[in-house]
Every structure is written in structure tokens, then in C-alpha cells.
Nanobody
Framework: QVQLVESGGGSMQAGGSLRVSCAAS????????TGWFRQAPGKEREFVAAISWSDGSTHYADSVKGRFTISRDNAKNTVYLQMNSLKPEDTAVYSC????????????????????WGQGTQVTVSS
């Protein structure tokens, strides 16, 4: 089993920055990649970014490319999502997820590609 806990959400004005974290515990050695997803009220969950734990390769949704950066700290079993130039449309509950199927390429971009999920953290961006 893998447990994921997000932290770092909050409220920010448009143009500001926030960093959310995803700390993993349990069978962390089984994690192949970690993804961030977000879900706004009344909308489906959407992919934001993903990172491989083996080689650090990343993938971003077009809507966040150039503004968000995903990174990992293997020693802390933590993945970060640095969000810059925030927009009101970035408002959502952000959840991290872990994929334990090794070797998948490209990295999973849909929720069904992930096995474990955190509880989510709210990010609110005001105009």
C-alpha cells in the first residue's frame, strides 16, 4: 500500500505563486510515477502534470505548460508542484496520485492510470 498526503494549498491572487506537496509513505519503492490532477466544481478531473521516479522525466498539460513545474525529492519521498502566474481558472482541488506499474511510457495522463490517491488540497485563485 502507498499513502499520499497533499499539503500547501490555499488562496492566492491572480499572478501569484503557490507550491503544493505530495508526501508518500508505505511501499514507496513501488511508485513508478506521480501525477497531479485537479477538479473544479462541476467539471471532470483533469491531468495537470506527471513525473517519473526513475529518471525524472515529466509531462505537462498544455494549460499549465510554462507556468507549473513538477519536481521530486527522492530522499523525502515527496513530489512538488510549483505553480506560478496563477489564473482564476486554476482554481480547483489538486490531488496527487501514484502509478505503480513500471515502464509505462508515456506517463499516464488519465486517472485510470494511477493506483493510489491523496485526499486533495484546495487551491483558490481570485482575480
Amino acid at each position: 500500500q502507498v499513502q499520499l498526503v497533499e499539503s500547501g494549498g490555499g488562496s492566492m491572487q491572480a499572478g501569484g505563486s503557490l507550491r503544493v506537496s505530495c508526501a508518500a509513505s508505505g511501499r514507496t519503492f513501488s511508485i513508478y510515477s506521480t501525477g497531479w490532477f485537479r477538479q473544479a466544481p462541476g467539471k471532470e478531473r483533469e491531468f495537470v502534470a506527471a513525473i517519473s521516479w526513475s529518471d525524472g522525466s515529466t509531462h505537462y498539460a498544455d494549460s499549465v505548460k510554462g507556468r507549473f513545474t513538477i519536481s521530486r525529492d527522492n530522499a523525502k519521498n515527496t513530489v512538488y508542484l510549483q505553480m506560478n502566474s496563477l489564473k482564476p481558472e486554476d482554481t480547483a482541488v489538486y490531488s496527487c496520485a501514484a502509478c505503480t506499474v513500471w515502464g509505462i511510457w508515456p506517463l499516464p495522463l488519465t486517472p485510470s492510470g494511477y493506483d493510489y490517491w491523496g485526499q486533495g488540497t484546495q487551491v483558490t485563485v481570485s482575480s
